[in-house]
C-alpha cells in the first residue's frame, strides 16, 4: 500500500539547536516529494519538492532535505532553528501525472527560547 | 496577488442539513483539490479536478460532493450523509499535471488556501 510515515508526532528543540524531522515513504513509482509547513489555522505552504536529480534539495526559510531511495526517506533539516519555524510539518508523496498526493501524519515543531 | 480564497472560515451545520464551502482562485490553474484535515490523520483528499467539467473521487469522497463549471471555482459541498463532517476543509490548486510526461513539468506543487473549519451544532 502507498503511505507515507512521520515518526515523530511533536518534536521540541532550542531556538538555535539544528531540527531533522524524518519522513517515511512507502510507494510503487517514480515518488515525487514534498514538504510542506501549516501555521495554525492556515493553509500549508511549500517548503521543498523532489522530482529527480541532486538528491539534496534547497528550500525556502532555510531548510533543505535528502532523499534516499534505499531507505524510502527524505528527510527535512535546517542547521539552526527559529523561534518563527514553530509549526506543524507535512511531508507528502505522490505519481507523476495526477497531482494526488499522499500526506504523512505531520510532525508539531516546538521551540524552545 | 494571486492566491486561493476559502469562505467563510467558519461554518456551522445543523443535522440534516447540506452546506457548500466556497474555493476561488485567480492563479490561472487548471487542477483544483479539496482535502479534509483532521488531527493526527494528516490531509486527505476528498475531490480533485484536472480540467473544468470534470473531477475524480479521492479516497473520502463518500457523503460529499462537488462541481467545476468554472477554472476558478470548485466548490464542496458537505451533505446530510457525512455522519462526521467536523474537520478543518483545505483546497489547493495547481498546474496542470502529467502533461509534459515525466519531467519538470509533472506533479506541480500545490498552492492551499487558508481553509474552512467546519462544525456541527
Known amino acids: 500500500a502507498q503511505s507515507v510515515t512521520q515518526p515523530d508526532i511533536h518534536i521540541t528543540v532550542s531556538e538555535g539547536a539544528s531540527l531533522e524531522l524524518r519522513c517515511n515513504y512507502s510507494?510503487?513509482?517514480?515518488?515525487?516529494l514534498f514538504w510542506y509547513v501549516q501555521s495554525p489555522g492556515q493553509g500549508l505552504q511549500l517548503l521543498l519538492k523532489y522530482f529527480s536529480g541532486d538528491t539534496l534539495v534547497q528550500g525556502i526559510k532555510g531548510f533543505e532535505a535528502e532523499f534516499k531511495r534505499s531507505q524510502s526517506s527524505f528527510n527535512l533539516r535546517k542547521p539552526s532553528v527559529h523561534w518563527s519555524d514553530a509549526a506543524e510539518y507535512f511531508c507528502a508523496v505522490g505519481p507523476w501525472d495526477t497531482g494526488k498526493l499522499i500526506f504523512g501524519q505531520g510532525t508539531t515543531l516546538q521551540v524552545k527560547p | 496577488d494571486g492566491g486561493i480564497t476559502q469562505s467563510p472560515k467558519y461554518l456551522f451545520r445543523k443535522e440534516g442539513q447540506n452546506v457548500t464551502l466556497s474555493c476561488e482562485q485567480n492563479?490561472?490553474?487548471?487542477?483544483m483539490y479539496w482535502y479534509r484535515q483532521d488531527p493526527g490523520q494528516g490531509l486527505r483528499l476528498i475531490y480533485y479536478?484536472?480540467?473544468?467539467?470534470?473531477?475524480q473521487k479521492g479516497d473520502i469522497a463518500e457523503g460529499y460532493s462537488v462541481s467545476r463549471e468554472k477554472k476558478e471555482s470548485f466548490p464542496l459541498t458537505v451533505t446530510s450523509a457525512q455522519k462526521n463532517p467536523t474537520a478543518f476543509y483545505l483546497c489547493?490548486?495547481?498546474?496542470?499535471?502529467?502533461?509534459?510526461?515525466?519531467?519538470?513539468?509533472?506533479?506541480?506543487?500545490?498552492?492551499f488556501g487558508d481553509g474552512t473549519r467546519l462544525s456541527i451544532l
Open positions: 492563479l490561472n490553474h487548471d487542477a
Open positions: 479536478s484536472q480540467i473544468v467539467n470534470d473531477f
Open positions: 489547493a490548486s495547481s498546474i496542470r499535471t502529467g502533461t509534459g510526461g515525466i519531467g519538470r513539468d509533472s506533479n506541480q506543487p500545490q498552492h
Open positions: 510507494y510503487g513509482a517514480t515518488p515525487y
